[in-house]
C-alpha cells in the first residue's frame, strides 16, 4: 500500500521502472506530494503536485496529479530528454 494520498502503487512502479530504465537508483531520487486543498485549489482538474528531485544532479521537476495527469510518464520522458541530466553525472559546481 502507498504512503502517498494520491499516488498510486502502479504510478510509483512505473516510476521506479522508469528511473532503473536510464540506469539511475531509485535512491537517487526523491518524491514529495503535495495535495490541492478543494476548497482553495485554483486548478479545479489538477488534485496536487509531486515534485521529483534528483539528489545527484539537483534538478527538480513538478508534475500535476488527479485525472487525465500521467505524472509517471511525463517523468520517464523528462529523463530520456535528459532534464535531470545523466545517470553517473555528478552535482553541478556551486558558484
Do not use: N
Not at 499516488?7 to 537517487?28: K, M, P, S, V
Amino acid at each position: 500500500m502507498s504512503l502517498y494520498k494520491l499516488i498510486t502503487d502502479q504510478e510509483l512502479a512505473d516510476y521506479a521502472a522508469a528511473i532503473e530504465r536510464h540506469g539511475w537508483r531509485t535512491g537517487d531520487f526523491h518524491l514529495q506530494e503535495d495535495v490541492f486543498d478543494p476548497r482553495t485549489a485554483e486548478v479545479e482538474a489538477a488534485l496536487g503536485e509531486v515534485g521529483v528531485h534528483c539528489r545527484v544532479t539537483e534538478a527538480v521537476h513538478v508534475y500535476r496529479l488527479g485525472p487525465g495527469f500521467e505524472w509517471a510518464r511525463d517523468f520517464a520522458d523528462d529523463l530520456e530528454g535528459g532534464k535531470f541530466g545523466r545517470s553517473g553525472e555528478s552535482a553541478p559546481p556551486s558558484a
